[in-house]
């Protein structure tokens, strides 16, 4: 009976692990082959394998460590902002506010709405001189921010698009995770003469910490690995190219350069860098639990 059960397994699992075999495992290891190759524009039909050359190159070129810092300090910083703002909002929504309902569809919108649409429209929001963002500071006696002319604005310009952005999926997991708290606890330790900020940080942090942890992990390779914002914003890396960031440099090499096998061995590196982070957050996780 159980060697029956485990064939029925099987088969009902053969279809979903075939697919992931297509989709999943056959274009990672491909891609390996072809970091191996010298597979470009001028030997497509006849790439030859070179081994590790991209990847010595990789590392050996100067704007390489640019952009992986910039890489690091796009994510750190969206991060950060995500999980203030989105668990701000959340702990102000848990309370019971006239409109409460209405504010809580008015803040998911950022979320919702197709990302492409709200970067693009953010670009022209940041026009230096018609984009409602230089107006607006205008008004307040502020002089015109040069959005693209300088790199720093032009990077922070996708930073603040993405926070915008992202922002409502951690106040999203945060509101579910905060009506699950019972009410209970929260009395008891009133009845304790325990504050707002150490009924905080005793009850309401360790309490989300099952439902932030695995948003923070999505989190982190979402935006490590977020094409959209930059390249629409920056329009393709404005000013002059300083604005990639690791994913958007793999684009530009792979599909407006044809270089694949460069590509190919820099998709690598980021693959490796993001299962390092998992693996960074999984122990800190488990030691905690311990």
């Known amino acids: 009976m159980g060697r ?14 075939l697919v992931l075999l297509g989709v999943v495992a056959y ?43 910039k890489t690091l300090a796009w994510t750190v910083i969206n991060l950060i902002f ?22 809580r569809a008015l803040l998911i919108l950022p979320w919702a709405m197709p990302q492409y649409i709200s970067a693009l429209t953010w670009r022209g929001m940041f026009n230096v001189e018609y984009g409602a963002v230089n107006i607006l500071l205008s008004k307040i006696g502020v002089d015109a921010v040069p959005w693209f002319s300088s790199e720093f604005w032009a990077f922070m310009a996708p930073v603040i698009t993405n926070i915008w952005l992202g922002f409502p999926f951690v106040m999203v997991i945060a509101l579910g995770g905060l009506q699950s708290i019972p ?37 982190t390779i ?32 792979a599909f407006m350069y044809y270089r694949y096998g460069y590509a190919a061995a820099f998709s690598v590196f980021i ?13 800190a996780a488990q030691e905690e639990a311990y």
């Open 222 to 253: 979402w935006t490590f690995n977020n094409l959209n914002v930059i390249w629409l914003v920056t329009d393709q890396g404005l000013p002059a190219d300083k604005t990639h960031i690791l994913v958007t440099y793999v684009y530009k090499a």
């Open 82 to 103: 995500h999980f203030t703002l989105g668990l701000g909002a959340a702990l102000l929504l848990n309370q019971k506010l006239p409109g409460r309902n209405l504010y």
């Open 27 to 69: 274009p990672f290891f491909f891609n390996v082959w072809i970091s191996l190759t010298n597979w470009n524009m001028f030997h497509f039909r006849d790439p030859e394998f070179i081994g590790v050359t991209h990847y010595l190159r990789l590392f050996s070129e100067p704007d390489f460590y640019r952009i992986f810092g």
């Open 271 to 283: 693959f490796l860098v993001l299962v390092f982070i998992v693996k960074g957050y999984n122990r």
């Open 4 to 17: 029956m059960q485990n064939k029925l397994a099987f088969w009902f699992l053969l279809p979903s692990a």
């Open 183 to 219: 009410e209970e606890l929260y009395e008891a330790a009133r009845i304790d003469g325990a504050g707002p900020v150490r009924r905080f940080f005793n009850i309401t942090l360790p309490m989300l910490k099952p439902v932030l942890m695995p948003a923070l992990v999505l989190g």
